[in-house]
């Protein structure tokens, strides 16, 4: 039996490859995405080497498209959105028109299809989410108001996306149908698209009927169950399940019944473990979804079409700024938040990536243009970071100290206080005793829910990662007496000791761990209380039994 097979072939060289150079882009403080595209070009047809088998990456990519789209599901907020509906659904589908619009512009001058021009526009509306996000923390606006106008604008260009996923094959087979036919009809275009809509309609009314039932009865049943695995596999079975049935039963996309069986699980209060739990499968499908696409991507267009790829270029990063930046304006707000939202756009991702595959697959858009949208993709990434430093942290500083001022007027005095670090389940439940004995804490904690939750339940709070600077400082850490790391994570724990500790060396510090490893990390870094879970529930046990 042969021990090399193209299926693990395939997979072995699309993720070795790809954390290859995944770790070279992460050196180079680039989004990790490039370096799984080029890993896909260099397994991929177009260059010397190893050559993986095209049509299994794809098939593999069509899993890692369907994790994606439940990920997007789970993280979809419809209070966010609300929170920030007048500027980002106006703003966003304003932007989208005319990106696509310079985008079938572009299509023309090359002399491709006209649907094909709507895919290729489309392809460079819509921003990655990945690279928004990490943006987003590392300049730590998230929580800002321009930080949730920007997340707010991406929720609904997905959408659209969605919606574009869904009705793509329908108009596909119609164009194709009436170019047979020589000439189509406004009745031969409306009766497949309606079609498609009642089918889709049909769909949603089953998930949001049924669905928001049986899902969440299913994974009560299965966590009271007590089975981790079992839970991890429901969840992957949901996902991947619902995805199926949607595609068989209503003929809708994977895309599409992904999305909704993310949404519905995103609204139950499991959604945070089954994030948790399915995470590392869904970020291993995903690297193999772009290492699939960088498969398709031929170099020769660098050299080829150098004109219409610095056009792509520019509509991506100038055409979609100005006009984002001009709607932003437009509204009446200040111009810090239209250049955040201006440069947190200047990019294309994975839905880009999705269109671009879905649409030369269906015939309606030529291999050229997925070339400039890859190459496109790969060249806004990488620039990506360098503009959004240079925009929006040099119009930073006046909101950060607005905010430090709101912080220091909402904060009481501290002398001798606690600093709390993590709000999950054993921070909640020390911050619990904490209160009920009276004593002065300072929360830190990184996840916005979680730091929300602990807000309305009257905390002081500060928002933001324990391994910065700043965040310890805004917390007191030179008047802390204690700081308590209640994160799971023992290895990040040590680091944050280091920090705290370089700012306060006569700080009293007790972390968590969860295996001996962490145990020996953090006594080796000179933590003096290291408690470990299973130690304490031996000792309480044995105590118990009157053998402690």
């Not at 985008?103 to 509306?125: E, I, N, T």
């Not at 406004?186 to 009927?209: C, E, I, N, Y």
């Not at 040590?494 to 009293?508: D, K, S, T, V």
Request: with cysteine; hydrophobic share 55%.
């Amino acid at each position: 039996m042969p021990h090399h097979t193209p299926l693990i072939g395939t997979i072995v060289a699309g993720l070795v490859v790809a954390f290859v150079m995944g770790a070279i882009a992460h050196r180079l403080k680039l989004s990790p995405l490039v370096g799984y595209l080029i890993a896909g070009i260099m397994v991929g047809p177009f260059t010397p080497g190893f050559v993986a088998n095209a049509s299994l990456a794809n098939e593999l990519a069509e899993i890692g498209v369907i994790l994606l789209m439940f990920g997007v599901g789970l993280h979809f907020s419809l209070r966010d959105l609300l929170s920030v509906k007048n500027i980002a659904v106006p703003g966003a589908l304003g932007q989208i028109a005319v990106a696509t619009l310079m985008g079938m512009g572009l299509a023309h001058v090359m002399g491709w299809p006209l649907l094909g021009g709507l895919v290729f526009g489309l392809a460079l509306s819509v921003a990655s989410t990945v690279v928004l996000l990490r943006a987003l923390q590392g300049a730590d606006l998230v929580e800002t108001r321009r930080g949730r106008i920007a997340v707010g604008w991406l929720i609904v260009e997905d959408l659209v996306m969605v919606l574009a996923l869904v009705l793509l094959p329908a108009l596909a087979g119609v164009m194709n149908n009436a170019d047979a036919a020589g000439g189509a009809n406004a009745g031969a275009l409306l009766a497949p698209l309606l079609g498609t809509l009642l089918k889709v309609a049909g769909f949603v009314a089953l998930m949001l009927v049924v669905g928001r039932r049986v899902i969440p009865w299913a994974l009560h049943w299965v966590v009271h169950s007590g089975s981790r695995e079992l839970f991890r596999l429901a969840v992957l079975a949901i996902a991947l399940g619902v995805a199926f049935g949607a595609a068989v039963a209503f003929d809708v996309s994977f895309a599409l019944g992904a999305f909704f069986a993310g949404m519905i699980l995103g609204e139950t209060p499991l959604s945070r473990r089954a994030t948790e739990e399915t995470l590392p499968l869904r970020d291993a499908f995903a690297v193999l979804f772009f290492v699939s696409v960088g498969m398709l991507f031929n170099p020769a267009v660098l050299v080829d079409q150098p004109l219409p790829l610095l056009a792509t270029v520019a509509i991506i990063i100038v055409g979609k700024s100005i006009a984002a930046f001009a709607i932003v304006r437009a509204f009446g707000h200040p111009g810090d938040t239209a250049l955040t939202i201006a440069a947190s756009l200047a990019q294309i991702g994975e839905f880009s990536f999705i269109l671009a595959s879905l649409g030369t697959g269906l015939g309606v858009l030529p291999a050229e243009a997925r070339d400039l949208i890859l190459a496109g993709a790969i060249v806004s990434i990488f620039l990506n970071p360098l503009i959004f430093s240079l925009i929006v942290r040099g119009h930073k500083q006046e909101e950060v100290e607005e905010e430090a001022q709101a912080q220091k007027a909402k904060a009481k005095p501290r002398i001798g206080h606690v600093i709390l670090v993590g709000y999950g389940r054993v921070g909640k439940l020390i911050a619990d005793r904490l209160a009920e004995k009276g004593a002065h804490f300072v929360v830190i904690e990184a996840d916005s829910d979680r730091a929300e939750e602990a807000e309305e339940a009257g905390l002081t709070v500060v928002r933001g990662s324990a391994l910065e600077d700043r965040h310890l400082r805004a917390a007191g850490i030179n008047e802390a007496r204690r700081l308590l790391i209640a994160v799971p994570e023992g290895f990040e724990g040590g680091a944050i000791h280091e920090h705290a500790r370089h700012l306060n060396p006569h700080l009293q510090v007790i972390a968590r761990a969860h295996s001996d490893a962490e145990v020996r990390h953090l006594e080796g870094l000179g933590v003096p209380h290291v408690v470990m879970g299973e130690r304490e529930l031996a000792a309480r046990m044995l105590s118990l039994c009157g053998a402690g």
